[in-house]
């Protein structure tokens, strides 16, 4: 009772007064311009320190750092969770602004205008944090829908590379989940997240460190399903492991919230700096 009644005393996210978009750009590129964010209390650094970033719609972009370096926060910007930042972040802005001085007003639609409800529909999220619910494996996969389309759960399983698993319980997709997926490995939650963000067949893509609890082999083949799925979607993928974050069109290495290189997998490792160091291993192994 004490933590539904914290809710009901909450704001609401929506500001009453304002009136947010209801449409989107059809460029789904994303901007950030001088981008900062402080945790709320006295004392604290910024976690993200004047960044400057153009997503490419259509393309996977990978974020790499050490722990702490302002990665899952980026994530969270984006996703409306954390919304006291500094710098702009706009939907729809070309690369160009980059290189201005001041993004001019017509390039793209400012990100604290987007309608949040609209934002979140067509966003799909793995996070570290994922909830699964106390209810079955259908209902958890398609969250939110009255019918549930049979085909669409079984391709998304199968991305996620859990379908085997699925059809192995009993009652299939109707199998009773426990609270917070008692029962699962947490591999098996994992993938369980990856397929709902699959069955949603969103417009973008976040995906927070998604295959770290997976073996080799199940790594290996969800990477290859997701290859194919991400075809044409904007992607963020935050990730320590090369497997994952060597085939993206743009690698950013974050350090301490700032941004020190970018470039595709082949550039950043014969730059032999941040990013090398941090996959350096990853690479003895690989070879």
């Not at 909450?10 to 500001?15: C, F, G, K, N, T």
């Not at 976040?206 to 080799?216: I, K």
């Amino acid at each position: 009772m004490e933590r539904l009644n914290e809710i009901h005393q909450l704001e609401d996210e929506e500001d009453p007064q304002k009136i947010y978009s209801p449409h989107l750009p059809d460029d789904k590129s994303i901007l950030m311009k001088n981008l900062s964010f402080t945790y709320p209390g006295a004392g604290n650094e910024p976690v993200i320190k004047d960044i400057n970033l153009y997503i490419p719609q259509g393309k996977v972009t990978a974020i790499v750092g050490i722990s702490g370096s302002g990665k899952t926060t980026l994530l969270k910007l984006l996703l409306k969770i954390y919304e006291q930042y500094e710098g702009e972040i706009r939907v729809g802005a070309s690369d160009n602004s980059l290189k201005d001085l001041k993004i001019k007003t017509k390039d793209g639609l400012r990100f604290e205008n987007i309608n949040h409800h609209l934002w979140r529909q067509i966003c799909g999220a793995v996070m570290q944090d994922g909830f699964i619910f106390n209810d079955t494996i259908a209902r958890n996969i398609a969250i939110g829908e009255e019918i549930i389309e049979y085909s669409k759960l079984v391709q998304s399983s199968q991305t996620a590379n859990i379908y085997s698993f699925i059809e192995s319980l009993p009652n299939g997709f109707y199998t009773q989940l426990g609270a917070e997926g008692v029962g699962l490995s947490q591999g098996q939650k994992q993938r369980l997240l990856i397929a709902r963000a699959v069955f949603k067949n969103p417009e973008y893509l976040f995906f927070d460190e998604a295959t770290n609890s997976l073996d080799a082999n199940n790594e290996k083949e969800i990477i290859e399903n997701m290859d194919k799925f991400f075809k044409g979607k904007t992607v963020i993928v935050v990730a320590h492991r090369l497997s994952t974050v060597r085939n993206a069109d743009k690698i950013v290495v974050l350090d301490y919230g700032e941004i020190v290189e970018e470039g595709t997998h082949e550039y950043l490792t014969s730059l032999k700096g941040k990013y090398y160091e941090l996959v350096k291993n990853q690479l003895e192994l690989g070879t």
